[in-house]
């Protein structure tokens, strides 16, 4: 009998060992600031570590992106900080499905870099402990985060969760470029029909449209010419919304008061304006049906006045430097809002890039290796790759670069197969205007002279990023899904003609009866959360 108590206690023993290991390691895990690193890892410098340590990353992965291990960006890193990724990369087109799938079998990677996580994701498993905070591990080790969220409030303050917590990292593109819709004019019209300078309201650009619609600025002799074309409307929405006095068709916050955007006087006017430029083919007959691929050959087969596209080029044909004669069109005023023209602007913030979670060994490592991605330097190596490869300096003092042409292959082409996996996909990086605007290429300068002309001081944001908690989502989340179906459906019948404007008492109504004023409360009480966490 003693002996089989003794072997019993020697058991308990060693589960309770066990277990005391396994909470000495979560608590670790869920409380890096409290973590001893070891005397392998180095606070400052590089490497990062002097011994090598391999981590388990998941992250999407673009079609135009080669196998991660093959990137040059990522030898690069390993070389500089003797951090060794072991990858999961699913392609875009999986990868929320594959990153679920991860959660709730509880095979997660120790980090996910770009990882595409929701806010539910970062308040679902950061409350459970799942994703760990990152703001003791910036403030101790990551001094580039650390100095752009000090020095940009409205950073941390869009990152940072409901119970004060910074779970995921966000890529931040400060350049106005990458914030505002570029719409652009067929200069080459322009100048065939002595129009010297772009529309400012929606009365000027309905006269221009008119006469590329019946003076032949193309000069075939056909009456083939698409004065403005669209996929939907998504794409020039963001330009002739505005001009009426409504930044978006959704929830939006005007004085600190939410409301939503199709049920306001402006929307309808917008609405009007639309359906006046389809009845007289003024809008491409095929905006709701074609691809973008069909766009861009009306494009290169001259057809096509007015257009949204990143460069006009890539809709119009020609290279970079011809490029220049189109102009952008600027943001706009109408008789519904003759006095301000605005724009809407995004955030420049693209959330949940980047977590570690509750498997991480190495989270000290792991910031810091991210850190890097925050600083000029870093940027440049995750943005464009290394001096030589893709680009090179245009100028003996170093402060415009150029790109290097590879045959067979454009450049984004090159940049996603052999640079670096941020090709459409938003990584942890912080990119200031500045760089955005280094670059030599006459296009590119260009676009940047004429956004910060004619955009950049009318753009505002509609709505700031904030967060819903799980259960306020949940009130929402059937709401506001059949609200955009719905919406988006009226707008395309609104403006063919299908539905008259004399239905927009019922449209109204009906938005109403589906449950708009909840889906406003719920957003309200989450706006007045982010306002009091900036006081």
């Not at 905070?133 to 950073?155: F, M, Q, S, T």
């Not at 004669?325 to 693209?350: F, K, R």
């Not at 991210?370 to 003092?397: F, K, N, T």
Request: hydrophobic content about 35%; aromatic content about 10%.
């Amino acid at each position: 009998m003693k002996r089989q108590l003794s072997i019993w206690l020697s058991v308990l023993l060693a589960v309770s060992l066990l277990l005391a290991a396994c909470a000495k390691d979560e608590t670790e895990s869920a409380n890096p600031e409290e973590r001893e690193p070891g005397d392998n890892f180095n606070a400052t410098g590089f490497p990062i570590v002097s011994e090598p340590v391999e981590i388990e990353v998941m992250g999407a992965r673009h079609a135009l992106v080669g196998e991660w291990k093959n990137l040059a960006f990522f030898r690069e890193m390993e070389k500089l900080t003797n951090v060794k990724f072991n990858y999961n990369t699913p392609p875009s087109s999986d990868y929320a499905e594959k990153k679920n799938l991860a959660f709730a079998s509880g095979e997660i990677p120790e980090v996910f870099f770009g990882g595409q996580l929701t806010t539910d994701d970062e308040i679902t498993y950061g409350q459970q402990g799942i994703l760990i905070p990152l703001e003791g591990l910036i403030e101790k080790y990551a001094p580039n985060i650390r100095k752009v969220l000090d020095e940009n409030p409205e950073i941390k303050q869009s990152i940072t969760a409901p119970d004060g917590h910074i779970y995921a990292l966000p890529g931040v593109n400060q350049a106005p470029i990458a914030k505002l819709t570029s719409m652009w004019i067929n200069g080459h019209w322009m100048q065939k029909l002595g129009i010297t300078e772009a529309p400012r309201t929606t009365d000027e650009m309905y006269k221009m449209l008119k006469d590329f619609k019946e003076k032949d600025p193309n000069g075939n002799g056909e009456a083939d010419e698409i004065p403005l074309t669209s996929i939907k409307l998504g794409d020039v929405r963001g330009m002739f919304l505005p001009a009426f006095g409504v930044l978006r068709r959704e929830h939006m916050a005007v004085d600190d008061k939410v409301i939503y955007g199709a049920l306001q006087p402006g929307y309808k006017a917008y609405l009007e304006y639309m359906n006046r430029l389809w009845k007289e083919q003024l809008l491409d007959p095929g905006t709701f049906s074609q691809t973008t691929e069909q766009k861009s050959a009306k494009g290169h087969a001259g057809q096509v006045g007015v257009f949204t596209d990143a460069l006009p080029y890539l809709t119009l044909g020609g290279d970079s430097e011809s490029s220049t004669i189109h102009p952008l069109v600027p943001a706009m005023t109408s008789p519904a809002n003759p006095d301000q023209p605005i724009i809407s602007q995004g955030s420049g913030i693209s959330r949940g890039t980047f977590a570690i979670t509750n498997k991480c060994k190495y989270p000290e490592v792991i910031i810091r290796y991210v850190d890097y991605l925050w600083s000029p330097e870093g940027e440049i190596l995750i943005h464009y790759g290394l001096e030589g490869d893709l680009w090179e300096w245009a100028d003996d003092e170093k402060k415009l670069r150029k790109y290097i042409e590879h045959e067979g292959m454009n450049i984004e082409e090159y940049r996603g197969g052999k640079v670096t996996p941020a090709v459409g996909v938003s990584f942890p990086m912080f990119t200031p205007e500045e760089v955005e605007n280094n670059w030599a290429d006459p296009m590119h300068q260009f676009r940047i002279a004429e956004v910060d002309k004619k955009l950049k001081p009318y753009g505002k944001s509609p709505f700031p990023d904030i967060y819903l908690l799980p259960e306020e989502r949940q009130q929402i989340q059937g709401i506001e899904t059949d609200l955009n179906t719905y919406v988006e459906s009226m707008e395309a019948k609104f403006v063919t003609g299908e539905a008259s404007m004399d239905q927009w008492d019922t449209f109204v109504k009906t938005v109403k009866d589906m449950g708009v004023d909840k889906l406003l409360e719920v957003y309200q009480t989450g706006y007045d959360r982010w306002l009091a966490a900036d006081k």
